[in-house]
């Protein structure tokens, strides 16, 4: 038990820094980087550096620098992708929105309508999170967390079949994360009950 307790301190310390920085953790620090990229003022370079902010925490520092590299360019794309997290994270829904937009026009759909279903998610619009889990699901099906939280946005809907389906999806896909399995605790005694119920 001691030897378990001891290897859930660093996945605990580990999720709690996902929570905080988001996918930009762990940042690996660079001097020469930093230095290069300080002079540097096209859109790329103006992206990295709102990625380090982001990684080190300072969310209105990294939305700056997000919005920067789009003054500088325009179309990319990558930049529109990131700020709907960051947006979210701040809670400025509006914006975050239209940056989901912005990045599926431009073609990024990679981790934008998962993105789009944590921001629907985080204002419990369950419907519409369940259907940009499912676009992000039909983009890569190989997204643990993409299932896990498709799952729990139908778990508002009591779809529980359906959710512990694609629970055990995401366990298959990521057996670490200890989020589904609680999930799928929920989902199985939800069709127990049910069944017991009928």
Do not use: C
């Not at 096209?42 to 620098?65: C, E, N």
């Not at 259907?131 to 508002?156: D, F, G, K, M, T």
């Amino acid at each position: 038990a001691h030897a378990r307790h001891l290897r859930e301190g660093p996945r605990r310390a580990a999720m709690e820094r996902h929570a905080k920085f988001g996918p930009a953790w762990p940042g690996i620090d660079d001097p020469l980087m930093a230095a290069v990229s300080a002079v540097r003022d096209d859109g790329r370079a103006l992206l990295s550096r709102g990625i380090a902010l982001a990684g080190r925490g300072d969310l209105p520092g990294a939305v700056a620098a997000h919005e920067a590299a789009l003054a500088a360019d325009p179309i990319l794309a990558q930049a529109h992708g990131n700020l709907i997290s960051l947006y979210a994270r701040m809670q400025q829904w509006e914006k975050a929105e239209a940056d989901y937009r912005a990045a599926v026009a431009l073609g990024d759909v990679g981790n934008a309508h998962y993105d789009y279903g944590v921001l629907l998610g985080l204002q419990q619009k369950w419907p519409e999170a369940a259907a940009a889990y499912r676009l992000a699901i039909q983009v890569n099906p190989l997204n643990a967390r993409a299932h896990n939280n498709y799952a729990v946005s139908l778990l508002q809907r009591g779809e529980y079949d359906l959710a512990a389906s694609h629970l055990r999806r995401a366990i298959a896909l990521d057996p670490d994360f200890a989020g589904n399995y609680g999930n799928l605790g929920v989902a199985l005694a939800a069709v127990v009950t049910g069944f017991l119920v009928k």
